[in-house]
């Protein structure tokens, strides 16, 4: 079974200098139906305006992903880390036992575009941890590129809960298959263009719960991006 979200049913806030979609509740968008799915929690799509961000505020007990896909997006936190996370850069931060951070636009003139996903830990009161890996377009072309994994495996980012986060940037026409163990479910999230899940059409934006489907397969009706999480 796939059961869509459109982009347009998503919960929206605008505050001047944010953009912010959001795929699930979170926030002062409350949707008893989504409130996450599995162990994912959040999907927001944010735009953050020229040197315009969030103040240093604090998280505890989540994996928190940032994926950036145009612009750059500016880090500090109470771990010491400082950083630039740029288009094609996706960070991992462990709130675990309590960190406080900030997330500024890095530019005085252009918007930062990125997904920000929190996935629940499979752990609580981990200790506070931060990595963050740059994944190239070519990687990622026309195949599901890893870039997060309970084991860190194939060069991922480690994911402290049993999910494999794939990227991929498909070229139109293009199919890939992607197979699940018995027990597992998936989530697709469309970063850009437009495909086929398994022959439902999905645009920019959409996103769609997988469960339970043995075997995945996705087509670019145009050139596009999407992240996929396979999930216990």
């Known amino acids: 079974m796939i059961s869509v979200i459109r982009s347009n049913d998503r919960g929206a806030a605008n505050f001047g200098w944010l953009d912010s979609k959001h795929t699930f509740s979170f926030g002062n968008y409350y949707n008893p139906k989504q409130m996450g799915f599995g162990n994912l929690r959040v999907i927001n799509e944010d735009r953050v305006q020229p040197a315009k961000g969030f103040g240093t505020h604090g998280h505890r007990d989540m994996e928190i992903i940032s994926y950036v896909i145009s612009g750059a997006l500016e880090h500090k936190d109470s771990m010491g880390n400082g950083s630039i996370i740029q288009a094609g850069d996706v960070q991992r931060m462990t709130a675990g036992t309590g960190v406080q951070h900030s997330e500024f636009n890095h ?4 918007v930062v575009h990125f997904l920000q996903i929190w996935i629940l830990p499979e752990t609580k009161s981990l200790p506070p941890g931060y990595e963050q890996k ?3 377009n070519d990687q990622k072309k026309n195949t599901l590129h890893l870039i997060g994994s309970r084991d860190a495996r194939d060069g991922s980012l480690t994911i402290h809960q049993d999910v494999d986060l794939y990227a991929a940037m498909l070229e139109p026409g293009m199919t890939l298959s992607h197979a699940f163990p018995q027990g597992r479910s998936g989530w ?3 970063v850009r263009g437009h495909i086929s899940l398994n022959d439902q059409k999905l645009s920019v934006g959409d996103g769609a719960a997988i ?10 009706d145009s050139e596009s991006e999407i992240l996929l999480f396979d999930m216990a």
Request: proline share 5%; glycine share 4%.
């Open 211 to 220: 469960h339970p489907i043995d075997v995945l397969e996705v087509t670019a």
């Open 107 to 110: 530019s005085n003139t252009g």
């Open 188 to 190: 697709i999230q469309v």
């Open 134 to 136: 740059h994944f190239s």
